[in-house]
């Protein structure tokens, strides 16, 4: 009989950015991500012995405002109301791949369960609303959170190892092993590494993603991001980093036939512009050049964060 603990539990998710390894970590590549300082929280209260125990959900925005809320039955798992009835869809999608990794754990409780999460960072910021939502989920019902996102999101997981992690990762899945390491990072230029909001809609990154997965796999490619990943991890000056990211914008703007994020937005930038994780929208990685925030600021760029001020190092 799996029963709650009597005690509140509460657990918390990293957020993520990914450096590098962008699409083709995908298929193999060496991928170099950082956890965020900001993330969210999971809060699980229970409550009475009842032979029909319902779960009550709560998510709370960085602001403090109720986002979405829901009921669900536990015996069998249903939906009974929500404020959202695709989100709702999809969090009892999450309990049911739950039930196949631990039996009986919805199915079985005998008590009211309430779950209350709250986001740290604004949801539209991409810095991994969903990944610390698998990872929160699968340590409050002790289930492999690896396992438990093939069955769900179907990402590479990089996320998701972001979700724990305290410091910056290596991180790849080269066939059906993963392999998580630290990554030293901590290079003399890193005051001159930001962040730039770009607040562009996710479309966009959708259509990138079909056009790479419509591609076949390359290994040429997975080869060539895989040494820049290591090449820009260990980068001992400025220079040496910007060309390693410029390499890397290169490489997938040709063979995804997208045209890269400078070009689009800031052509007339002095410094590099990476494009994280999903092309087309998020935050971009600029490199620091003289009265750089005046110039992102007049195009409409507000949000700028520096690396230490939003990631773990």
């Given amino acids: 009989m799996h029963r709650l603990r009597s005690a509140t539990q509460k657990i918390h998710a990293n957020g993520k950015l990914l ?36 779960l009550v959900w709560e998510a709370f925005l960085e602001d403090q405002s109720l986002w979405f809320s829901a009921e669900f039955e536990l015996k069998p798992l249903s939906i009974l109301k929500s404020t959202d009835a695709k989100f709702a869809s999809k969090l009892l999608g999450i309990f049911k791949a739950i039930e196949q990794l631990n039996p009986g754990f919805f199915q079985n409780q005998t008590q009211n369960i309430h779950c209350k999460t709250q986001l740290e960072f604004p949801k539209d910021w991409g ?17 492999d959170e690896f396992k438990l996102n093939e069955l769900t999101f179907e990402t590479s997981g990089y996320d998701v190892a972001c979700a724990g992690q305290n410091q910056p990762i290596l991180y790849q899945v080269p066939g059906n092993e993963r392999i ?31 056009q790479y997965k419509s591609r076949p796999r390359n290994e040429r490619l997975i080869a060539k991001i895989s040494l820049l990943t290591e090449q820009m991890v260990k980068s001992g000056t400025l220079a040496e980093f910007e060309s390693c990211i410029n390499h890397h914008e290169d490489l997938l703007s040709v063979y995804m036939e997208v045209p890269k994020a400078k070009d689009l937005y800031f052509p007339d930038y002095g410094g590099s512009v990476k494009s994280l994780g999903a092309w087309g929208g998020d935050f971009v990685l600029v490199t620091a050049r003289e009265g750089f925030q005046n110039y992102f600021q007049s195009k409409g760029y507000s949000t700028i964060c520096s690396f230490g001020e939003l990631l773990k190092i």
Avoid: C, W
């Avoid at 390894?21 to 999971?42: H, M, N, R, S």
């Avoid at 890193?190 to 562009?200: G, M, P």
């Fill in 19 to 54: 450096i590098s390894g962008e699409y083709a970590v995908l298929d193999g590549a060496l991928a170099f991500a950082v956890p965020a300082k900001l993330g969210q929280t999971l809060e699980v209260n229970h409550s009475g012995e009842t032979e029909s125990p319902t």
């Fill in 127 to 143: 810095l991994g609303s969903s990944s610390t939502l698998i990872y929160l989920l699968a340590k409050f019902t002790e289930v």
């Fill in 180 to 210: 998580i390491e630290p990554a030293n990072f901590h290079p003399d230029f890193i005051d001159k590494l930001y962040f730039v909001y770009l607040n562009q809609k996710q479309d966009t990154q959708l259509s990138v993603s079909k």
